[in-house]
C-alpha cells in the first residue's frame, strides 16, 4: 500500500512539474508577443499579409513605419508584395467559386475579379453588381474565353504576377451578356458553371448568401414569411405530412424563392459550356416538377422582392432600397448593401489574417469598428486587410 501511495505522490507531483512547465512556457509566449519589437511586428504583419518573409529593404522600411506609430502604412507595404495577390487574395477567394468550397481549385475570372477590385480598391459593394472583369495578359496566355478557363489556367501555369498583369474589363464585352444583365462575380462563367448549372438557381441563391453574407439557409429560416412565392416544385406535404412543410420548408422557401427569380432567365449551357442569357424568357428549369403541387407559384418573369426586410431577418441591416427589383444585379445591390454583407468580408478577412475567429470582447470591438471603417471608406477591402493585420500583428 505504501509503495502505491508513493507512486501516487511522485505522479502528482511531475504532474504538477508539468503543468508548472506549460503555464511558464504560455506564459513566456504571452509575454514576448506582448513585448515583440518594431521590428518583430513588421515581420509578423507581413508574414500575415503576404505568406512569405520580407527583404530586408522591406522590412527596414515596415520597422520605421511601426516605431513611429503608422502600423497601417506599414501594412500597406507589406501588401505591395506579389504574394499577397497570387497567394493569399487567391486563397482568400477561391471557396466562394464552387460548391465544394475547396481552396484546391485553379485560377478563374471569378477569383481574378476579386483579386482585381481589391488591388484597385473598387468598393467591393460592387462585387454582386457591377459590369466587371479582370482578364490577365502574357506570353503564350491564350485570349479570355467565354467556353473555357484557359486563359486563367495559362496565367496560373506560368506563375504570372496577378500584381501586375491584370487589368479590368467588361463582362459585357466579352461573354454576350447584355450590361444591364451583368451582376458582379455571380454572372463570371465560373460562378455560372458552379451555380447556375443544372438544378433550379436556387444554388447561385444559397451560395452567395452563403459565401457574401456568411449566413446559410439554416440560419436565415424565418416561417412567419407568406408562402405565396414558393414555386411548384416543393411539395406542401412531404411524406404525406403538411407538417414538416409547414415548419420546416416554407422557413427557406418563402424568402429564397422570391429572391432566387432574379435568376429566371439565366442557366449554364453545357454543350457550349458558357452562361447563357434568354431576356423575357424564364428558363424552363424554373418549372421542373411543376406537377408536385400545381397550385404552386409559377414563375412569369425576373421580378424579385425581399420578403426579409420584415421579420427577424430584418437583423441583416438591410439599404436603403425597396427591396423589391428585376433581375440579378438590382438583387446584388440589395444583398451588397445589407450591414450582413460588410460584416461578413471584414470577418472573413480577420479569419485569414489573424488565423483565428473573433473570440472575445475585445475581438468584437475590434470587428465593428473596422466594419465602420470599411463603410466609410467606400467598400475598400484593403483597408480591411490593412487593419485586421495590425489588430493581430502582436500575437
Known sequence: ?????????????????????????????????????????????????????????????????????RAIDAAYTAM????FYRVTLKNFATPWTNREQTVFAPLNDYT?????????????????????????SGAGVPAYSPTNNDHYQALEDNGADLKQVLSRTTQSSVSGLPPAATAGVMTTRAAAQAFFIAGTNRAMF??????????????????????????QDVSRSPGGDSRIFLNNCVGCHSGMDPMAQAFAYYDFDEASARITYSSAQVHPKYFNNEDTFPAGYRTP?????????????ALLGWGPGQGSGAGAKSLGDELANSDAFARCQVEKVFRNVCFRSPSDAADRNRIEQIVGSFKSSGYRLKQVFAESAVYCMGE
Open 1 to 69: 500500500m505504501r509503495s502505491v501511495a508513493v507512486k501516487r505522490a511522485g505522479l502528482a507531483s511531475t504532474q504538477c512539474a508539468v503543468a508548472t512547465m506549460l503555464g511558464a512556457v504560455m506564459l513566456l509566449g504571452a509575454t514576448q508577443a506582448t513585448l515583440a519589437g518594431p521590428r518583430e511586428q513588421a515581420k509578423r504583419l507581413h508574414d500575415r499579409l503576404a505568406g512569405t518573409p520580407p527583404s530586408t529593404q522591406v522590412l527596414d522600411q515596415m520597422t520605421a513605419d511601426v516605431t513611429a506609430g
Open 80 to 83: 505591395e508584395s506579389s504574394a
Open 112 to 136: 481574378a475579379t476579386v483579386i482585381g477590385m481589391v488591388r484597385d480598391e473598387v468598393p467591393f459593394n460592387q462585387l454582386l453588381s457591377a459590369d466587371i472583369l479582370y482578364t490577365g
Open 206 to 231: 444559397r451560395f452567395t448568401l452563403l459565401n457574401h453574407l456568411c449566413r446559410d439557409l439554416e440560419q436565415v429560416q424565418d416561417t412567419s414569411r407568406p408562402p405565396d412565392r414558393i414555386r
Open 301 to 313: 418573369d425576373d421580378r424579385w422582392d425581399n420578403y426579409w426586410r420584415s421579420g427577424p431577418n
